[in-house]
Nanobody, 121 residues
Framework: VQLQASGGGLVQVGGSLRLSCTASGRTFNSLRMGWFRQAPGKEREYVSAISRSSGTYYTDSVKGRFTISRDNAKNTVYLQMNSLKHEDTAVYYC????????????????WGQGTQVTVSS
């Protein structure tokens, strides 16, 4: 499975971005999908995940601001990010898991290359 993330950029505090991650190489609807992020000097952290049946899950710090969704016809998972804060600045990675849905990055089988999100004043 190859994952291609896009949509990052520079945005002001309070602004919005939508990240996309397109998968190829395997039946997309069999994959559980997740978003992680890594800020400078910090460990990679879980942000959100979506099950095969589109059940959605979020870390507490983004609940109510971020929305994960998937379009199986387009082999794509999205992360709509609203009300962005300085602390959301990070490289965002999409990931895919063949067999489970979780918050542990070690359980994910495939990773995209990351897209930079920078939130400025």
């Amino acid at each position: 499975v190859q994952l291609q993330a896009s949509g990052g950029g520079l945005v002001q505090v309070g602004g919005s971005l939508r990240l996309s991650c397109t998968a190829s190489g395997r039946t997309f609807n069999s994959l559980r999908m997740g978003w992680f992020r890594q800020a400078p000097g910090k460990e990679r952290e879980y942000v959100s995940a979506i099950s095969r049946s589109s059940g959605t899950y979020y870390t507490d710090s983004v609940k109510g601001r971020f929305t994960i969704s998937r379009d199986n016809a387009k082999n794509t998972v999205y992360l709509q990010m609203n009300s962005l804060k300085h602390e959301d600045t990070a490289v965002y990675y999409c990931a895919a898991d063949r067999s489970r849905l979780g918050t542990n990055s070690r359980s994910y089988d495939y990773w995209g290359q990351g897209t930079q999100v920078t939130v400025s004043s």
